[in-house]
């Protein structure tokens, strides 16, 4: 964006004293540092004027004036990209995509270090025709455009525009809290494939519920015309397709956003399941749908030496399991899928480590506890030999009616078919009944920089979580 200064008048007073009039002042040099910014009206960042051929006292600037008369990012679209507004389908599968650089020693100890603060979005999704332009304009962007850039809608943010714009508007009343419109980004309006308009948008004016444009929009839309968010993206080089007749067609296709995806960096919110922390380790207590069953991966970071020649020997430095899970979460509301992905954004992929419940074996409690108890018994499970073993799987998460509460397990005595769990500090009073939810939890990390979020409409999609025990 650039500012363009189109007045500036100096107008210098006070050269010279009463008695001694010095000659005219002159300003020999004035240089103004705009700073480009998406927030309207454009911010001078520094101002200086320099005054030279004056006598004493120094000279007064007694008037200074700056008008902006244009402050503007291109409100036009480019003309090179293709605007996709063929609808899925069925089912639209993102994959959002960070970068994380990790320097593992042999014993599992790991420096992680981000390299991507926002990520990068794959989209994939079918489509189907059965009209006879459609199909041919189908081909024709997918054959004649697939080497260029595409402006791709966001399709579960697509809604109805629902007002008629006469064309003067320079701000648009959109849902910013739920949909993904930001600074900078693309705002697309269009009744058909070949009947669009694709502005950039100024500012995402959340206190007034509203996309501000850089220019009136110049032309008119009624309230069924369609409105969303666009991204930039690539094709992928290879697209399929089936032909069935010569009117009807399928295709599958992977886009590639060729910009990166703004997301809002947020801990699980304390109504839906945290943030409960301990040793700098956030709580990630949201529920499986258990459709799909978790699955849980055990490996051992075995070192085999030696060759065809001599016998072979097997060592495990580590000397422990990592294990690694996947879970499917599936969310009901834009509300609820919005906090996951500010929950992964936390993350930045595999940087930030979490506590994740080991959700396989829940824990059985036997005894009612009073209050400021720091010691909780329950059903036997030779919990001396298990945390022993598993050395990171330490921390213990009881949920009651008021919520989640997270301790660290400093100690296990047993007794008969009962375990007494001394807790690293106070819980509130409970009893078995009362305690709804009991699980051992480990420090995690996100198995993959990539998370896959599956839309089944604008307000349900499943989330695949998979993440994998770490060593602190």
């Known amino acids: 964006m650039t500012a363009r200064i189109s007045q500036l008048p100096v107008e210098v007073a006070n050269s010279g004293n009463a008695t001694n009039i010095g000659p005219p002042a002159r300003v020999a040099q004035q240089s103004m540092e705009v700073q480009s910014t998406h927030l309207p009206p454009v911010r001078l960042s520094q101002q200086s004027v320099e005054v030279m051929n004056t006598l004493a006292p120094p000279v007064r600037l007694a008037q200074q004036v700056v008008e902006v008369l244009s402050s503007s990012v291109d409100s036009l679209f480019d003309k090179s990209f293709g605007f996709w507004a063929t609808a899925p389908n069925r089912a639209i599968t993102e994959r959002w995509q960070w970068a994380t650089d990790i320097q593992q020693a042999r014993s599992g100890a790991q420096v992680r270090v981000s390299l991507r603060r926002n990520p990068l979005v794959q989209i994939e999704f079918d489509i189907l025709t059965t009209d006879a332009a459609e199909t041919t304009l189908v081909d024709a962007l997918i054959n004649g455009w697939q080497g260029r850039s595409y402006y791709l809608p966001i399709w579960q943010d697509r809604v109805k525009l629902g007002m008629t714009l006469d064309g003067s508007e320079t701000a648009i009343p959109v849902n910013l809290e739920l949909f993904g419109y930001t600074d900078g980004g693309f705002v697309g309006l269009w ?114 030496l030696g060759d065809e020649t001599v016998p072979k020997w097997r060592q495990d430095i580590a000397g422990h399991g990592f294990v690694t899970r996947q879970e499917q979460h599936t969310m009901t509301t834009r509300a609820e899928i919005n906090s996951i992905l500010k929950w992964v954004a936390e993350r930045r992929g595999r940087a ?26 329950v059903e036997a499970r030779d919990y001396t030999a298990l945390l022993a073993e598993i050395s990171p799987r330490a921390y213990l998460a009881l949920r009651d009616s008021a919520g989640w509460v997270v301790r660290k397990i400093t100690g296990v005595e047993k007794f008969g078919d009962e375990e ?7 819980i509130r009073a409970g009893s078995p009944s009362s305690w709804i939810e009991a699980y051992l939890c480990e420090p995690a990390i996100l198995a993959s920089d990539t998370v896959e979020v599956r839309w089944w409409d604008e307000n349900t999609a499943d989330v695949v979580i998979s993440h994998e025990q770490v060593t602190l």
């Open 420 to 426: 007494a769990l001394t807790l690293s500090s106070t």
């Open 352 to 377: 930030r480590a979490f506590l994740a419940p080991v959700r396989d074996r829940a824990i059985r409690i036997t005894r009612s506890n009073a209050i400021d108890a720091e010691q909780i018994y």
């Open 191 to 304: 009744n058909s494939a070949t009947d669009f308009q694709v502005v950039q948008i100024l500012q995402a004016d959340e206190e007034n519920g509203e996309i501000i444009l850089p220019a009136a929009l110049g032309r008119t839309w009624g309230p069924d015309a369609w409105i969303a968010p666009v991204r930039r993206a690539w094709l992928q080089p290879e697209a399929s397709a089936a032909r069935f007749t010569g009117d009807a067609m399928e295709a599958r296709l992977v886009f590639e956003s060729r910009d990166l995806s703004p997301v809002t960096a947020l801990e699980w919110g304390q109504g839906s399941g945290g943030p409960w922390e301990i040793d700098g380790l956030a709580l990630f207590a949201h529920t499986p749908n258990w459709i799909q069953a978790p699955r849980i991966t055990y490996r051992r970071r075995m070192e085999t």
